[in-house]
């Protein structure tokens, strides 16, 4: 299957600072990308959905100014959590589409855990 | 609110039984399903996707839709311990663009 990559894998950072977390598609382009959060034993949490050249689309709840995704090629979405706190420690997985957008399959990224001191 | 519906678990099998997951979801106009296995601590990987009614077989994965009835199952013929992990339904909604709605998982453990 299609290979999407993400780093880091794992990040520990003080409260107060800024965190950004890559996602790469590796053998395939990708226009549109998507940002996933977990808590421990919840599902997958769609944040935000991240389009080549445009601003990102975010659900309802989350906050755009807080979680800023810059999606700026074809292979590139980064997601930055800024002035991270505690209650941001999570799972963050990013996962990309492959093919026509009724029928691709989406492949996930390795995920990149979190850990807000 | 569009819903996917999963019991957690964990489904408890033995070795070389089949394990049988079920998923439910709450709106008609959906058009592609999918299974993903995640192992804990790691992200998911895509098991099946299925788009019509009835039976798509890969293996010893076989999905079931049903749509009239708002349902999809999974079923791992012959599971293996290596077959222990959270199983995670997802449901691509018609008028949602692309992205996915996931359910809650089901824990799967495959005893020896």
């Known amino acids: 299957g299609a290979v999407v990559s993400q780093h880091p894998s794992r990040v520990i950072c003080k409260s107060g600072t800024s965190v950004k977390i890559e996602c790469r598609s590796l053998d395939f382009q990708a226009t549109t990308m998507f940002w996933y959060r977990q808590f421990p034993k919840q599902s997958l949490m769609l944040m935000a959905t991240s389009n080549e050249g445009s601003k990102a689309t975010y659900e309802q709840g989350v906050e755009k100014d807080k979680f800023l995704i810059n999606h700026a090629s074809l292979t590139l979405s980064t997601l930055t959590v800024t002035s991270a706190h505690p209650e941001d420690s999570s799972f963050y997985i990013c996962s990309a589409r492959t093919g026509q957008s009724n029928t691709g399959e989406l492949f996930f990224g390795e995920g990149s855990r979190l850990t807000v001191l | 609110q569009k819903e996917v519906e999963q019991n957690s678990g964990p489904l408890s099998v033995p070795e070389g039984a089949i394990a049988s997951l079920n998923c439910t979801y709450s709106d008609r106009v959906s058009q592609s399903f999918f299974w993903y296995r995640q192992y804990s601590g790691k992200s998911p990987e895509l098991i099946m996707s299925?788009?019509?009614?009835g039976d798509k077989e890969d293996g010893r994965f076989t999905a079931q839709l049903n749509k009239a009835s708002q349902y999809v199952s999974l079923l791992i013929r012959d599971s293996q311990p290596s077959d222990s992990a959270t199983y995670l339904c997802a449901v691509k909604w018609g008028a949602a663009g692309n992205k996915l709605t996931f359910g809650g998982g089901t824990r799967v453990l495959v005893k020896p």
């Open positions: 299925i788009y019509s009614n």
